[in-house]
């Protein structure tokens, strides 16, 4: 965002200036009253604890503009100089000063990634590739929600010749309001698993919802598609007249636009069925999972002009997002992978099977805990899981931390017993410290150690108690 007029805010939001529209015009939005400046427009928000509206005089007195609830904040509140700008629901104004600002920026070419797992590091990896071909704008993390969405979008700016976003939902209609608000030239698919099921009911449900993010492409805009992902007929059918689908592939008998096999040696050999060209890629780290998301941004690449060089350059860039796949080291030359950020079914084994193969000169330890928001299934989803990662390798230590979820803590440790794990090689806590310590004290030099879980039980506070 660059110089925005304060009359085309008001406009797009439909507020009104108190007492007057400042005099300079606005370069970024925020809702954190820390980064108050001149040029910054802070949306007063409510939160679980508190109210932006009380943070309001602060902002103004740094030279800051505010969105703010009509009547909210008195005249007689206001410092001098300053201005306010009234609307119905600040929320509501973000959403759509951020879908005005977008329409202004049609030069930039917007790609939307949704799925139930890997959205983080597809993004990444396309926005990578995309660099390659002009000014790249990227989700920063995983800011993929009705909130983090906006402000995402609000990044571009006249010199943007690419946007790559996230969209994340985890209730019905969540969908479309981001989706308006982006307005996606393209759309990437990373696939469909039983994440936030507790709120869908079923994985259909759940692809129908992701879906709404393909149901506007434009007269010549694509979606790229996993052609052996579940539920692809569900995307495929929602692609407008118009709009054209890329399909990936990883399954031998299954064709595609841009199919890959595992190549000797690592990476993936990737050919693309409309020239019959064929190319030896990278696969970031840890392989395995990683291999579909990249392939998505080979598909994503290929399809706007990238070269087989552009692509092999932003695919050996990697992901570098925050608790995934970060490689920490922990006292007495032991490793920890931090892939701790989040959590459900698919990620959850896909994870496993990659930490797997993970290079270690010693043995391997898991620290997991619940996975949340799977609703009546979440019991079962357990048991099956504890019973699929004791089949994956022969784990030399299991820590499950509980937190908030004791009664699926217990499933997920019902399952590893179920499948043969012997009871010394388990340890089950209701908090962190425990864990750290029973690990501790079997971890030997050369052992890895892999923290996956839901975000609510911060499975990364471990890290700081390992000695």
């Avoid at 439909?14 to 040029?39: K, M, Q, T």
């Avoid at 008195?74 to 009234?86: D, K, Y």
């Amino acid at each position: 965002m660059r110089n925005v007029l304060p009359v085309s805010l008001a406009e797009w939001c439909g507020g009104s200036w108190l007492p007057a529209a400042p005099e300079r015009g606005i370069d970024r939005l925020g809702f954190d009253s820390r980064e108050a400046a001149p040029g910054v427009l802070f949306f007063a928000l409510k939160g679980e604890k508190r109210d932006g509206h009380e943070f309001v005089p602060a902002v103004l007195r740094e030279g800051g503009c505010a969105v703010v609830r009509r009547g909210a904040i008195a005249p007689s509140g206001i410092p001098a100089g300053a201005a306010v700008l009234e609307v119905d629901d600040p929320l509501d104004a973000l959403s759509r000063i951020a879908a005005g600002w977008r329409q202004s920026m049609a030069q930039a070419k917007v790609v939307g990634v949704t799925g139930s797992a890997g959205k983080t590091s597809t993004k990444e990896l396309c926005a990578n590739v995309l660099s390659r071909l002009g000014p790249t704008v990227r989700t920063a993390g995983n800011f993929n929600n009705h909130i983090g969405l906006p402000m995402s979008v609000s990044r571009l700016d006249p010199d943007t010749a690419y946007g790559v976003f996230e969209a994340g939902v985890s209730h019905p209609g969540e969908m479309p309001p981001l989706r308006d608000i982006m307005m996606p030239d393209i759309a990437v698919v990373t696939g469909v698993g039983p994440a936030h099921i507790e709120f869908f009911g079923t994985e259909r449900a759940i692809a129908e919802e992701k879906s709404q993010l393909l149901a506007r492409l434009p007269r010549g805009g694509f979606a790229v598609l996993g052609a052996d992902m579940a539920h692809c007929g569900v995307f495929r059918d929602r692609v407008p007249s118009g709009a054209t689908v890329v399909t990936c592939s990883r399954t031998a008998d299954v064709p595609a636009d841009y199919a890959a096999l595992p190549a000797p040696g690592g990476g993936m050999l990737v050919r693309e069925a409309a020239s019959g060209e064929e190319a030896l890629l990278p696969v970031p780290p840890p392989g395995g999972y990683m291999a579909s998301n990249a392939l998505r941004a080979v598909a994503l690449g290929r399809r706007l002009g990238a070269s087989w060089d552009d692509i092999r350059a932003g695919l050996a860039e990697g992901v570098r997002t925050g608790m995934r796949w970060e490689v920490v080291a922990l006292p007495g030359g032991r490793t920890a992978v931090n892939d701790a950020y989040n959590a459900n079914p698919l990620s959850m084994r896909e994870s496993l099977r990659a930490f797997a193969a993970h290079p270690c000169t010693g043995r391997r330890f898991l620290a997991l805990g619940p996975m949340r928001e799977l609703g009546d299934r979440a019991p079962a989803e357990h048991e099956s899981l504890g019973r699929d990662a004791a089949s994956i390798a022969d784990w030399a230590g299991v820590a499950i931390v509980a937190g908030p979820e004791p009664a699926l803590a217990d499933a997920l440790a019902r399952g590893f017993r179920d499948a043969g794990l012997p009871a010394d090689r388990l340890f089950l806590t209701d908090a962190h410290a425990p864990a750290a310590a029973w690990l501790a004290t079997r971890m030997s030099p050369g052992d890895a150690l892999l923290l996956k879980a839901s975000r609510a039980i911060a499975m990364e506070k471990i890290l700081p108690l390992f000695a």
